[in-house]
C-alpha cells in the first residue's frame, strides 16, 4: 500500500505558448521513493513538464497534486516549500559565494537578521558528509570547484530545503565517468533516505541503471509510463521515435585517401602533452577519452585559438602554423565549438545572421549585404542540414537543441572547409537530431572532407568512426581500429586500466 | 476571430514600435500645449539644437552595440568645439578644414578609448571615464578656460538659412547612411555580431577587436562633429560644451531600445530617443518651465520608455 503512494501527481496538463501547444493531457505519477525517468526527444515537453511542476511556468489546464496537497497556484517559492526542488542542468549557483552560503541561500539567517557562520559552517559540512562528501570544505568559493562539486553543493542546497521530490535534468552530461557512476550512486542513496527522484536524461544506459519506472513524452503528448522491469532499449527508442535503433548510425560510403592532416609532437604550455596523429581524406577519426583529457584544447590549439608550445602540423603537405580562428579558416580548417550556447551561436539574434555568420562575405560585395542573396543562401544552407524553423527572422535561442547544433553546422558548411573538427555535435540533441547530424558528418566524409569526431558518448565512436584516437592526461594514449571499437576498449585506454 | 486578430495586431505594432508611437504621442501633446510649437521657426530650431545630440546618439549606439559603453563623448564634443573655433580664430583657417581637423581630433579620442578596450581589455566604461577627464582637460588647457568667440561668416556659415541649414541638412545625412550601414554592411553586422556573442563570433574566424576599437573611434569622430555644430550655433568654441551629454546619448540608445548588455539596438529608435529627450526639453521650454523640474520629468520618461520595453520582452519570451 505503501508503495502505491503517489507524492508527485501531476494529471492532464496542458500549456501552450502563444499558438503553439507545448503540452496536451500530460500525466506525470511518481511513487514515494521511486527513481522515475521522465524521457523523450528534446522538444518533448520535459522541460516545459518540469518548469510547471517546478512552478516557473504557470499550467493553463490540470492539476498538480505534491504529497496529498493540491496545488492551486504556483510559483518557484511555493513549490520549494511544497517539497520539490529541480537542478536544471546549468546550476543555479552564486559561484562568487562559498559552498555554506550556496547551501543555504534561502535560509542563511536562520532566525533573525543576523548569520551564524559557525553554525552555518557545520550545517553545510553535514549536508555534505550526508552524501560522501565530506572532503568539500564548506569554506570554499563555489566557483573554484568543480563542475562535479558545484552539482553536489547544489544536491546540498535542494536536500537542506527538506525536499521530498528532486528533479535532475541531465545531470550526467557534464560528468567523466567516473563522476556519473558516484552521482548514480548518491541518487540511490537518496532513494534509500525515501526521496523521490524524476531523472531527465538522454542516455538510456543510466536510466536502466537507476530508474524503476520511465515514463515517454512524445511532440508534448503523453506516450507511456512503464516499469524499467518490463521494457528493453529498443523498445524504449522506438517509443520516444518510432523508429528503430539500428538506423541510428547511418550507412557511409567514403573513398579513404591519402593523409591530410599530420600533427607531430604538438603540445601547449597547460594541457597537451607531445601529441601525435594523422587523419585522410575522408576519414571520420572518433576522439574518446573523460572529460579533461585534453581532446579539446589539442583541437582549438591546431584552430589557432588557443597557443601551442611546440610541435608541427602538416596540412596537405606543408607545415601550417594558424595562428587565429581566421587564418585557419582561410585555409578551410573549421572547427564546431563544444559548447554552442557559449562558443556556437548568437542566441539572441536571428537565424539568418547566425547561419551566414562566418560566410558573410560569399553574400556582400565592398562590405554591402545582399540580403535577397543571404537569404536564399541561408535558406538552402539550412535545408541541407535538414533544419526545422519558423522564420529566417527567428531568434536561434527559439528553436530546440538539435536544431540550433543544425544551425551551428550549417555555418561551417558554408565555410567550404577541407577539414572539419566536431567538437560534441549531439550533446543535449534528441534521437532523432542525432541521425540527421551524422547524416551530414558521413555527407561531408563521402565529398572527401577529412573528420574528427571528439564524443564523450561511446556508442558515437563506435557507430560513426572509423577508428578512434584516445587520450588521457594530455596525451594520446592508444588509437583502435574500426574492427576493434568497442566500448571495453575504448574505456580501458581511456582510464588507463 | 478577424476583428480579434486586428486588436492584437495593433497591441503587436504598439509594443514593437513603443519608440515611434511615444515620439507621435509627444508631438501631439506638445502642439497641444503650445501653439507655438508648430510654427517654423520653433521646429527649425529643434532641428538645429537636435543635431549635435542625434550624432552623438548614434556613435554611442554602435559603441553599446558592442556590449561596451563610451562616457567620453560629451568632453569630445568640447575638444571638437574648441579646436573648430580655434584653427579659425587663432590660426585663421577656412571653416571647412577646421571642422576636417577637429573631427580627425575626435577620432583619435575615439581610437584612444578603443585601443585600451579592445587591446589593453579595460572595461569600456572605466576606458573612456579616463577619457573624458582627459579631453574634457584638454579642451580647457587649449583655450585656457575662455571661450573662444568666432568672426560672423566663418563656421557659422553651417547654420545659416540661406545655405538652407547645412547642418541638418548634414544631419539628416548621417542619420540615413548610418541607417543603411547598420543595416547592410558587413561592418554593422558584425558589431551586432560581437555584442551577442564574442566568443562565437571569433571561432567563426571573424577577428573581433578592431570591430570593438573602430565603434569607440566612429564615436569619438561623430562627438567631435557634434561639438563643431554646438561651436556654429553659437559663434563660441567653449570647453564647457557637452556637459553630460553622455548620459543623454545612453538616454536615447536606451529609450530607443537598446540594450546595454549589447547585440541589441537601432539607429533609427536611438535618433527618435535623442529627438523625445530634446521634445521634452523643448515643450518645456515654450511652457517656462524651470530646467531643475524638467530634469525630473526627464528621468520619468526614461522609466516610462524602459518599463514599456521590459513588458514588450515579456510578450517575446512566451510565444
Redesign the interface.
Known amino acids: 500500500m505503501q508503495d502505491e503512494y503517489n507524492i508527485v501527481q501531476m494529471n492532464n496538463i496542458s500549456k501552450r505558448f502563444g499558438g503553439v501547444k507545448a503540452l496536451t493531457d500530460v500525466s506525470l505519477n511518481v511513487k514515494k521513493g521511486e527513481i522515475h525517468a521522465l524521457i523523450g526527444e528534446n522538444g518533448a515537453g520535459k522541460s516545459t513538464l518540469m518548469k510547471i511542476l517546478a512552478g516557473a511556468y504557470k499550467r493553463d489546464e490540470g492539476e498538480i497534486i505534491i504529497d496529498g496537497n493540491e496545488a492551486k497556484s504556483t510559483s518557484p517559492k511555493k513549490m520549494i516549500d511544497m517539497g520539490v526542488s529541480v537542478i536544471y542542468q546549468e546550476f543555479m549557483l552564486a559561484s562568487d559565494l562559498t559552498v555554506a552560503e550556496n547551501i543555504f541561500i534561502d535560509n542563511m539567517a536562520e532566525s533573525g537578521v543576523f548569520v551564524n557562520w559557525k553554525e552555518l559552517k557545520r550545517k553545510a559540512k553535514t549536508q555534505l558528509e550526508r552524501l560522501g562528501f565530506g572532503h568539500i570544505n564548506p569554506e570554499d568559493t563555489v566557483g573554484d570547484l568543480s563542475v562535479a562539486y558545484q552539482q553536489i553543493v547544489e544536491i546540498c542546497k535542494c536536500l537542506a530545503r527538506n525536499s521530498k521530490v528532486l528533479v535532475f535534468d541531465e545531470p550526467t552530461a557534464v560528468l567523466t565517468f567516473s563522476e556519473t557512476e558516484k552521482l548514480l550512486s548518491i541518487i540511490r542513496q537518496l532513494k534509500a533516505e525515501g526521496v523521490s527522484i524524476i531523472y531527465i536524461s538522454h542516455r538510456l544506459e543510466e536510466l536502466f541503471e537507476i530508474c524503476d519506472s520511465i515514463t515517454v513524452l512524445k511532440d508534448g503528448g503523453y506516450v507511456d509510463t512503464v516499469a524499467t522491469s518490463k521494457i528493453n532499449k529498443d523498445q524504449l527508442v522506438s517509443m520516444m521515435v518510432g523508429r528503430d535503433i539500428e538506423q541510428l548510425f547511418p550507412e557511409r560510403n567514403a573513398e579513404i585517401g591519402e593523409e591530410i592532416l599530420r600533427v607531430e609532437n604538438l603540445s601547449t604550455s597547460d594541457m597537451v602533452k607531445e601529441v601525435n596523429f594523422s587523419v585522410r581524406k575522408g576519414e571520420v577519426v572518433g576522439f574518446s577519452g573523460l572529460v579533461g583529457a585534453g581532446r579539446t584544447e589539442t583541437m582549438r590549439a591546431i584552430f589557432g585559438a588557443d597557443k601551442k608550445s611546440s610541435g608541427k602540423v602538416i596540412y596537405f603537405g606543408e607545415e601550417v602554423n594558424f595562428k587565429s580562428p581566421k587564418d585557419a579558416i582561410r585555409n578551410k580548417f573549421g572547427l564546431v565549438p563544444e559548447d554552442r550556447k557559449k562558443q556556437g551561436l548568437l542566441l539572441e539574434q536571428s537565424i539568418r545572421m547566425n547561419t551566414t555568420l562566418s560566410a558573410m562575405k560569399k553574400v556582400k560585395k565592398l562590405d554591402i549585404i545582399n540580403h535577397k542573396k543571404e537569404k536564399a543562401y541561408a535558406k538552402e544552407l539550412l535545408a541541407s542540414v535538414s533544419t526545422k524553423y519558423g522564420s529566417l527572422e527567428d531568434n536561434a535561442n527559439s528553436l530546440s537543441g538539435g536544431n540550433q547544433q543544425k544551425i551551428a553546422l550549417a555555418k561551417w558548411l558554408a565555410a567550404d572547409c577541407d577539414f572539419i573538427v566536431f567538437d560534441e555535435p549531439t550533446r543535449g540533441v534528441d534521437v532523432g537530431a542525432k541521425t540527421e547530424i551524422y547524416k551530414v558528418i558521413n555527407r561531408l566524409a563521402e565529398e572527401g572532407v577529412g573528420v574528427i569526431v571528439i564524443a564523450s558518448e561511446m556508442p558515437e565512436i563506435i557507430g560513426l568512426c572509423d577508428r578512434a584516437i584516445v587520450m588521457r592526461h594530455g596525451s594520446v594514449v592508444g588509437e583502435v581500429p574500426k574492427e576493434d571499437l568497442n566500448e571495453d576498449n575504448l574505456i580501458k585506454l581511456a582510464m588507463g586500466v | 476571430m478577424t476583428s480579434e486578430q486586428k486588436g492584437f495586431d495593433l497591441k503587436h505594432f504598439l509594443i514593437n514600435y513603443n519608440t515611434y508611437f511615444i515620439f507621435v504621442l509627444l508631438i501631439i501633446i506638445s502642439g497641444m500645449l503650445s501653439d507655438y510649437f508648430f510654427t517654423t521657426m520653433n521646429l527649425t530650431n529643434i532641428a538645429l539644437q537636435q543635431a549635435a545630440p542625434i550624432l552623438v546618439a548614434i556613435g554611442m549606439l554602435f559603441v553599446i552595440l558592442t556590449g561596451g559603453i563610451d562616457l567620453s563623448v560629451g568632453s569630445v564634443m568640447a575638444v571638437g568645439a574648441t579646436v573648430s573655433a580655434m584653427l579659425i580664430t587663432d590660426l585663421g583657417i577656412n571653416y571647412i578644414p577646421a571642422m576636417i581637423l577637429a573631427v580627425i581630433v575626435g577620432l583619435l579620442f575615439g581610437m584612444f578609448t578603443g585601443i585600451l578596450v579592445a587591446y589593453a581589455g579595460i572595461q569600456g566604461f572605466v576606458a573612456s571615464l579616463a577619457t573624458m577627464t582627459i579631453a574634457r582637460g584638454f579642451a580647457f588647457v587649449l583655450t585656457m578656460g575662455t571661450p573662444v568667440k568666432m568672426e560672423q561668416g566663418t563656421l557659422d556659415n553651417i547654420v545659416d538659412r540661406d545655405n538652407f541649414f547645412p547642418i541638418i541638412l548634414a544631419t539628416a545625412a548621417l542619420i540615413v547612411l548610418f541607417i543603411l550601414v547598420q543595416r547592410?554592411?558587413?561592418?554593422g553586422?558584425?558589431v551586432?555580431?560581437v555584442g551577442?556573442?564574442a566568443?562565437?563570433?571569433?571561432?567563426?574566424?571573424?577577428?573581433t577587436k578592431r570591430f570593438v576599437m573602430s565603434t569607440y573611434a566612429l564615436s569619438g569622430s561623430l562627438a567631435a562633429l557634434a561639438g563643431v555644430f554646438v561651436a556654429a550655433r553659437t559663434s563660441t568654441g567653449s570647453a564647457t560644451v557637452g556637459q553630460m551629454q553622455e548620459l543623454d546619448a545612453i538616454a536615447a540608445c536606451v529609450i530607443g531600445g537598446a540594450s546595454l548588455a549589447g547585440?541589441?539596438g537601432f539607429v533609427a529608435r536611438a535618433v527618435i530617443g535623442a529627438l523625445v529627450l530634446g521634445l521634452i526639453g523643448n515643450v518645456m521650454n515654450l511652457m517656462s518651465v524651470p530646467s531643475y523640474p524638467q530634469d525630473i520629468i526627464k528621468g520619468f520618461i526614461i522609466i516610462a520608455a524602459v518599463l514599456l520595453q521590459i513588458v514588450t520582452s515579456k510578450k517575446e519570451k512566451?510565444?
Do not use: M, P
Open positions: 547592410y554592411t558587413g561592418w553586422r558584425t551586432i555580431a551577442s556573442n566568443t562565437a563570433v571569433q571561432l567563426a574566424g571573424i577577428k547585440g541589441k512566451t510565444v
